[in-house]
Every structure is written in C-alpha cells, then in structure tokens.
C-alpha cells in the first residue's frame, strides 16, 4: 500500500493528524508499487527514501510503544465520553467544513492493494442461470435485449439511477433501488469527499459497474455530489451512520459484490463495531467481500496522543472532537467471522516513514483486511 509523504506529516502536538497526518493516515499519499517491495537493509541509507517497508520493531521498541500507551490510557470521566459520542456528528461535519476537498487526495494505490475494484476484476460464472446481477456482461446484454433497455421495474438509466421521487437511503418496496439492473455493486461506507469513489469511477470503464458511497456527515456527502465527476448514472450517495442498527441502506441483503471499508471501522465506537460488520456482511453476495484497511496498535498517532485524550482503551479523540480506535489483527479477524465471513487476507503493514528535510522517522502500523461471504 503506498504510504503517505513524510514531508506532509505535522504535528499538532496533542495527538491529532486530522489536517496535516490526516483522518485517513493515508490521504497524500505518493504513487508507488504494492508495499513489500523496498526493505531498509543499511540503516545509514534511512534517508535514502521517504517510506521503507515491512520494517521489523525491536524488541526495546515494542517495550516503549506499550508503556507509552499505558502511561496516556487514564480515560476521561463517562459523562465527557458520552458527550464525544452524542456528537460525532458535529464534529465530522464541522472537519468537513473547514477542510471540504481542498486537502485530501485521490487513493489510486487502491487498484493496486485491491484489485477488486479495478476494470476487468469479475469473474463470472460459466452458467447462465440466477439473478442478472450474478450474471457476466453478456447476460446482463441479452437481458437488456429482452427488456428494451433497463429492468421494467427500474426508473431512470440502464444503471438504475434513482429519481428525484427517490433519493434517501431506503430500498422501494418492489425491489427497484438505484443500480438494480447494474451487474457488479460496490459500496464504500464512510467516502468522506469521494477520494476512494472517483477514482474507481474514473478508471472502472465497466459499464455494469455502480458505485454507492455514503457518509456519516451529510456535509461530506454534499461535497461528493457537488463534485463534478459526480454521475447519478453510476453514483448513489447518501447520508448513513453505519453504528445506528435501524438505519437503512438503499440495497436490498445479498446484492453487493465488495464493500469498502478504508480507515472509518477505527472512528466507531468500540461497542457499536460487532453490530456494524454484521450488517454489512449481510449485504454482500455470496462470494462478495470485504476489504478494510484501518489503524494498526502502536501506531505513530497512538503514540502521539498525550494524557486527557483517552476514551477507553486504545480509543482516543483526537483535538477536533473525532474519534480513533487502534486494532490487532486477531480483534479485526474475530470481528469478521463472527459476522460470518472468511479470511483471504489479514496483515500488518508496518512502515517506516522518512521526512528527510527534518531528519525525522515515523512508525506507522496498518493493518489491511481481505474477507469473504461464502
């Protein structure tokens, strides 16, 4: 996964990389091939490059890492926490506010990490029999055929672009819901301004491809629709807290190919993730899948985070109000079977951040998630 530029890393001093080090950790990043493939053998050529991958802690770092946690893992009294959760919202929109699309950048090294969302990604079954969503180009072709175009029941596009009669987040009743005729469905949840959504817009060319985006912040989700690579033909956003159970999403259960969960898992509550997967698992196609990437325990923005910003352990709020939690493997992967789902891939990427300007290195833990419905 390409890392970020250490010359964009700041610090703010209490822990939050919002602006400069980023919500995403991973937003100016530079274009470079799938990590694993520069290793620092010499320690003196360290500033030989800005990012070395793979880099193996010591144990006397590993020591370190632990008990600056412990020393900053007091958290702050209940009714304070209360008060982060009951307006996460705020705080997301007020982010987006201040900053709207003037900082973040494109995440192309997803093509490259996740091939799933890349053109020509599908394989199709050898059998022309089931739901055309399940069904190769050709099929979905032969039914357009047959139906003059779209789906009889679907209004707007062959793609199934929702009407101006239907533009929340709730599937209509007789299983009409934007991209309902589309073949391949991909959904990320939390697209913040859309860095991860255009780009696969822009170089996904598949014309049975649709793409559903969605926020917590309906003043992100304003910014992805004001954008002009927006296409309704190809593109639903709309507003959703992923943590709220009885919120509703605009596909019906088995009709998503991948779901795309890119730092936004680590902004929930610790209590409200289980219940979040769950209901994301079920909206996948069986042979669907999941892919996240997230914080990895001791990273560099853990480390950072001084006393007073502990909510519980390993979950921060960083100086804005928003809010970060720091997994492990074994917690990711414990969460996704449970919701039923099996492991393609789970590993940490651990990285090795240069600013040579400064003379400066920074430790960065990823942890990048791969699970599919059977």
């Known amino acids: 996964m390409a890392a970020p530029c250490a010359a964009c890393v700041a610090e703010d001093g209490d822990g939050s990389e919002i602006l400069q080090n980023s919500v995403e950790a991973s937003e100016n990043e530079c274009k470079r091939p799938q990590f694993g493939t520069r290793f620092l053998k010499d320690p003196r050529q360290v500033f030989q490059h800005n990012a070395w991958d793979n880099v193996e802690w010591t144990e006397e770092q590993e020591v ?26 705020e705080y997301w929109n007020d ?18 990490e996740f091939p799933e969302l890349a053109p020509n990604c599908r394989q199709y079954p050898s059998s022309q029999t089931g739901d055309a969503a399940e069904q190769g180009p050709n099929y979905v ?12 029941g679907t209004r707007g596009t062959s793609s199934g672009v929702a009407t101006p009669a239907q533009t929340d987040a709730s ?27 255009f780009p696969i817009l822009k170089t996904n060319n598949d014309p049975g491809l649709f793409v559903y985006c969605c926020d917590f912040s309906s003043t ?23 943590s709220e159970e009885t919120a509703p999403f605009p596909v019906p259960p088995g009709s998503l190919d991948v779901i795309v969960l890119i730092f936004v898992l680590s902004a929930l509550h610790p209590d409200k993730m ?40 390993n979950f921060y709020v960083r100086g804005d109000g928003t809010r970060v939690f720091f997994f492990t493997q074994d917690e990711l992967h414990d969460m996704f079977t449970l919701a039923g789902l099996e492991k393609v891939q789970n590993l940490v990427d651990r990285r090795l951040q240069v600013n040579r300007g400064k003379q400066l290195t920074m430790y960065r833990v990823w942890i990048q998630c791969k699970y599919r419905k059977a």
Not at 182 to 189: A, C, N, Q, T
Not at 278 to 298: M, Q
Request: hydrophobic share 35%; charged share 25%.
């Open 220 to 242: 992100a989700v304003d910014l992805v629709k004001s954008n002009a690579e927006y296409d309704p033909a190809r593109c639903f956003a709309f507003v959703h807290d992923m």
């Open 64 to 89: 370190a890492a632990r008990k600056k946690v412990l020393e900053n893992s007091q958290p702050l009294p209940l009714e304070k926490q209360e008060e982060f959760d009951s307006r996460a919202n």
């Open 171 to 197: 599937p209509v009743a007789n299983g009409d819901f934007p991209g309902s005729s589309s073949s391949y469905r991909i959904l990320e949840v939390g697209c913040g301004v859309g860095n991860t959504v």
């Open 95 to 112: 982010f987006y506010k201040i900053h709207e699309n003037r900082f973040f950048k494109d995440r192309h090294w997803l093509f490259t």
């Open 274 to 313: 289980q219940a979040s997967i769950r209901r994301l698992a079920e909206l996948l196609k069986p042979g669907g899948v999941l892919l996240l990437r997230d914080y990895g325990r001791y990273d560099m923005a853990q480390l950072r985070f001084k006393k007073g910003r502990c909510l519980s352990e």
């Open 141 to 152: 072709q032969h039914l357009s055929s047959q139906t003059g175009g779209a789906d009889k």
